[in-house]
């Protein structure tokens, strides 16, 4: 989630020896509008997860172009969805023009993987897919997007949590007063690195369809859960009580997780699906 307010910020990291520098959420101007650092930083997310979603279509069988209108689908309907999700739990917008002005601030991660799954589902059935290999590479995907998209939550200094002394704790100065808290950022972004880089590996070694989709939801629910209940800004189901994307991130892993144990016995032994693609392809390089 992330709420858009053009300002200059004051930081630090005293703990790495990193002293006070400032930063502008604004990267420049284009014909009299600022443009903002988030914007500019979760594009190039979006870019770079939506060329190696390319190449996972590839090792599936995928041409480019099919994969192109699957890719842009997904982009639009997952930007309306963060918003749609947002606006449904933010609950304060007084006229419809506040609801659509997306350029404001306001959208939500979860909303857009929801939206976005539901969009690659739909996708498939036109191009005649099957949903489950289309969710595998967009979760494959994923992940890189959000761990760029999350440094433009740093550009913003939005996005961190309660007061810490710990040693990486991120000094910010508010109203003339400098508060150190955990950089939640920080944390989601390495978080889904590492996320990328396990389904990475496992990609080519799955044995069914679906099986790097349940490996996403698990891998981000189980760090989301944790990492959510940090954070000052989150959106609430039962305010003070439960939250919105904790709650979705604990029931993600935890369907998941089983999920992932049943089909993990049940396929015990099978070899993966993705060697039949790599033996085709040596024998058409011989």
Request: charged letters at 15%; hydrophobic letters at 50%.
């Amino acid at each position: 989630m992330f709420d858009l307010f053009l300002k200059v910020s004051t930081l630090s990291f005293p703990g790495l020896g990193i002293g006070e520098f400032t930063i502008d959420s604004v990267a420049f101007t284009v014909f009299g509008r600022e443009i903002a650092w988030y914007g500019v930083i979760i594009t190039c997310g979006i870019l770079l997860a939506a060329i190696y979603g390319l190449s996972r279509a590839k090792l599936e069988g995928i041409g480019t172009d099919d994969m192109l209108d699957v890719i842009l689908a997904s982009v639009i309907f997952s930007v309306l969805g963060a918003r749609l999700y947002y606006v449904i739990f933010y609950g304060n917008y007084k006229t419809f023009y506040d609801v659509i002005a997306i350029w404001n601030g306001g959208l939500a991660i979860y909303g857009a993987v929801i939206a976005g799954a539901i969009t690659l589902v739909v996708m498939a059935k036109i191009k005649k897919r099957s949903p489950l290999v289309l969710l595998d590479i967009g979760a494959a995907s994923i992940p890189l997007g959000q761990a760029i998209g999350r440094w433009g939550n740093f550009m913003n200094a939005e996005a961190y949590g309660y007061e810490t002394t710990l040693p990486w704790r991120m000094g910010i100065v508010e109203s003339g007063t400098t508060i150190y808290v955990h950089p939640t950022f920080f944390y989601e972004s390495v978080w889904n690195f590492a996320g990328f880089f396990l389904l990475w590996y496992f990609y080519k070694k799955k044995k069914y369809n679906g099986q790097i989709f349940l490996m996403y939801l698990a891998w981000y629910g189980f760090g989301r859960m944790f990492i959510e209940g940090l954070r000052t800004d989150s959106l609430w189901l039962i305010p003070n009580v439960i939250r919105v994307s904790q709650l979705l991130g604990a029931i993600s892993f935890a369907v998941c997780a089983a999920l992932l144990i049943f089909f993990g016995i049940k396929y015990r032994g099978r070899k993966p699906l993705l060697a039949d693609n790599r033996e085709k392809d040596s024998k058409v390089e011989e």
